[in-house]
């Protein structure tokens, strides 16, 4: 028992550097794991070895995944494709589907892009939706943040999905088909139906947006192209899976080792990288000094995901050299409490008092790791669990997450008002994505 109170201990320190001295996440997860490896016992010198092994074991693929998808999303910002996408579905589908439409640009665009990033881009295209329609801001904001969040918490190459993935060793190809299953209704709940509920009882007109220049038709790039270059490296990656698997047969060793090949995450995203910077860099007028600095530009949200997640993997690492993962493994085992359930819990509660989704993520996968190793689960089970805890690290947006104030700024509404609708639709989110991945995890299993 005393190296379970070691564990919370160590906890209960993170979150006191986060909430209270401020001190970054990345550095506060070393500082607890290296407390917790104090508190159980550890000498100095199997400490370090723990915070290298850690590190070194995760970054391994989180740090190319990551990095190779963040400088795709950013070549595919600077083409406009994210406004040609939701223009493009504007129109399609009408002004009475418009929710609709900005539900289903919000779950494309940010497979590629980041969250924060695709919302402001976004952001004047519901303002011009409700200036026409004369409906609740809420209307257009609520499917479009929906989608921008499912995709964001659910399906890889975002980082999310990518580091906890990495972590429980879990297959990319899984956590998306997984994650597309779970998101699916997650989506369509909190920002279809959740949205054109609160709209009918809080009417947000927005606050006036700085004057930006119109893009012209001939400055956007072709629909075809844009979904065709995303789909690339997602399509590569779920083949890669099937093969692997023995779900898509293939007799041939050497196109099997080539499909295989092509199909990893590392190949995926270099063939989609190539891809787009020729397409839509290139081909679109963009220089190769111009590409260069936006890809450069793009390194520096990454590079704070990455650490977070090395540091992650030191936290797991902990637990499992401790043996304190084992004996938690046990002590639920003995309790008959379910795996899955255990993930999105401890997501949710970390999440919930310290705000960062991507630190509830990491630290809720570095306690589920060391419990797997006397649990042999199916690939499909485990991407269930990976969903199952980005779930949990996505519920209850409040004071403490930077999203919050970034949806309540830019949408012009008081606390109030972004409780009522933000809040409550990532809640909402969440369980529905919860439930869906825990009929997922015993289907699969």
């Avoid at 295989?260 to 063939?271: D, E, Q, R, V, Y």
Wanted: with cysteine; aromatic share 8%.
């Amino acid at each position: 028992m005393n190296v379970i109170i070691s564990v919370l201990l160590g906890i209960v320190i993170l979150l006191l550097l986060i909430l209270l001295l401020r001190i970054p996440a990345f550095i506060s997860l070393l500082i607890s794991s290296i407390l917790t490896g104090l508190f159980v016992g550890l000498d100095s010198e199997a400490i370090i070895n723990t915070v290298e092994t850690g590190m070194g074991s995760t970054l391994g693929f989180v740090a190319v995944v990551v990095g190779l998808g963040a400088m795709f999303g950013a070549i595919l910002e600077k083409s406009n494709g994210a406004e040609a996408i939701a223009g493009y579905l504007t129109k399609a589908m009408g002004e009475k589907r418009a929710p609709q439409a900005m539900l289903i640009s919000g779950f494309i665009v940010a497979i590629p892009v980041f969250f924060d990033v695709a919302f402001i881009i976004l952001i004047p295209v519901i303002y011009a939706l409700q200036k026409k329609s004369g409906k609740s801001l809420l209307a257009f904001a609520i499917p479009l943040l929906a989608g921008l969040a499912t995709t964001h918490t659910f399906i890889p190459p975002t980082p999310g999905p990518v580091a906890v993935a990495k972590i429980l060793k879990a297959d990319l190809g899984w956590v998306i088909l997984v994650g597309f299953i779970a998101g699916l209704p997650a989506a369509v709940l909190s920002g279809l139906v959740f949205g054109k509920y609160i709209s009918k009882k809080i009417h947000v007109v927005g606050k006036q947006l700085a004057p930006k220049a119109e893009i012209s038709p001939s400055d956007l790039p072709p629909i075809g192209l844009i979904i065709t270059t995303i789909l690339v490296p997602l399509v590569l990656i779920l083949c890669g899976t099937m093969v692997e698997s023995g779900i898509l047969p293939i007799g041939n060793h050497k196109i099997k080792n080539v499909v295989t090949l092509i199909g990893h995450p590392f190949s995926a995203l270099i063939i989609a990288n190539l891809i787009v910077w020729y397409v839509l860099g290139i081909r679109r007028g963009f220089s190769s000094r111009e590409l260069f600095k936006i890809t450069t530009k793009s390194m520096e949200p990454a590079g704070t995901i990455i650490l977070l997640t090395g540091a992650g993997g030191v936290f797991k690492q902990v637990l499992v050299d401790t043996g304190a993962g084992e004996l938690i493994a046990n002590t639920f085992s003995e309790w008959g409490f379910p795996l899955v359930l255990f993930g999105f819990l401890s997501a949710c509660a970390i999440r919930i008092l310290q705000g960062s989704a991507t630190v509830a993520m990491i630290t809720a996968a570095g306690l589920v790791a060391p419990v797997l190793v006397h649990n042999d689960l199916s690939g499909g089970a485990l991407a269930a669990l990976v969903i199952a805890i980005a779930s949990g690290a996505s519920i209850l947006s409040h004071v403490n997450d930077s999203g919050f104030w970034l949806v309540k700024e830019y949408l012009g509404m008081n606390e109030k008002q972004t409780f009522r609708s933000w809040t409550m639709m990532t809640t909402i989110l969440a369980i529905t994505g919860f439930l869906g991945s825990v009929v997922l995890f015993y289907v699969l299993s």
